[in-house]
């Protein structure tokens, strides 16, 4: 089966920082791995997944994240984090075929 | 922690018939549900929000007729789908927020699985 896991409930950084919100899967077949971006009173957003081919996926608003199979990580990361960016973030992954399995989300916090 | 249940986890039905699927919250109170579809191998597209004891919003491109959302209490929503056809066949996927701690806090049921033949 698979599943999700996104190590911190919340992510504090200030404004400028890096931004790194970690994510870790498990899957018995190839992922198909993605992040979503829930703002405010909002419903998700796809920020970018991966499915085949090239490992580092570029998505929107800056940010990026890596498939590392042997690691079995799909990290996100921003090389600068804006004010706007504070939000709940998800990592997610599906087998192709199977619904989406959702990590916990992991807050993140973005100080002046 | 929270729980959400969505049921059924799969559902086959003839075309021109409805199917309900429900999604419940288990151990909190959620003001509001979203509805997700998702194809195969692609992300989600959110088809409405739905909030306790009024009208869902629809997505647009959405068809409200066909895709009836109640959400008559804080720890249930339902989702039917109305003279199911093949096109229809996808997962259903419903989110929760979880009031009590602050309305953010958004817990994921485990999808359905609709087919329509």
């Known amino acids: 089966a698979q599943s999700v896991t996104q190590l911190g409930s919340h992510v504090s950084v200030s404004e400028g920082a890096l931004v790194l919100l970690r994510c870790n899967y498990s899957?018995?077949?190839?992922?198909?791995l993605f992040w979503y971006v829930q703002y405010p009173n909002q419903g998700l957003q796809l920020l970018l997944k991966?499915?085949?081919?090239?490992?580092l996926v570029k998505g929107i608003n800056g940010f990026e994240a890596e498939f590392k199979k042997s690691e079995t990580s799909f990290h996100l990361t921003k090389p600068s984090a804006h004010m706007s960016d504070a939000a709940e973030y998800f990592c997610?992954?599906?087998?192709?075929?199977?619904?989406?399995?959702f990590g916990k989300g992991t807050r993140l916090s973005v100080i002046a | 922690g929270a729980v959400v249940s969505q049921h059924p986890s799969r559902v086959i039905c003839k075309s021109g018939t409805s199917v309900k699927i429900e999604c419940r919250s288990l151990?909190?109170?959620?003001?509001?549900m979203f509805w997700y579809r998702q194809f195969p191998k692609q992300s989600l597209m959110l088809m409405a929000t739905?909030?306790?004891?009024?009208?869902?919003?629809?997505e647009q491109g959405v068809e409200k007729d066909k895709f009836l959302i109640n959400h008559a209490s804080l720890t249930l929503s339902t989702l039917t789908v109305t003279s199911a056809h093949p096109e229809d066949s996808s997962f259903y996927i419903c989110?929760?927020?979880?009031?009590?701690?602050?309305?953010?806090?958004?817990?994921f049921g485990s999808g359905t699985q609709l087919s329509v033949l």
């Open positions: 989110s929760a927020r979880d009031l009590i701690t602050g309305g953010e806090k958004l817990f």
């Open positions: 997610a992954v599906s087998e192709g075929n199977t619904p989406l399995v």
């Open positions: 899957s018995s077949v190839p992922p198909y």
């Open positions: 739905s909030n306790e004891g009024s009208k869902a919003t629809y």
């Open positions: 151990d909190f109170q959620a003001t509001t």
């Open positions: 991966y499915t085949t081919g090239a490992t």
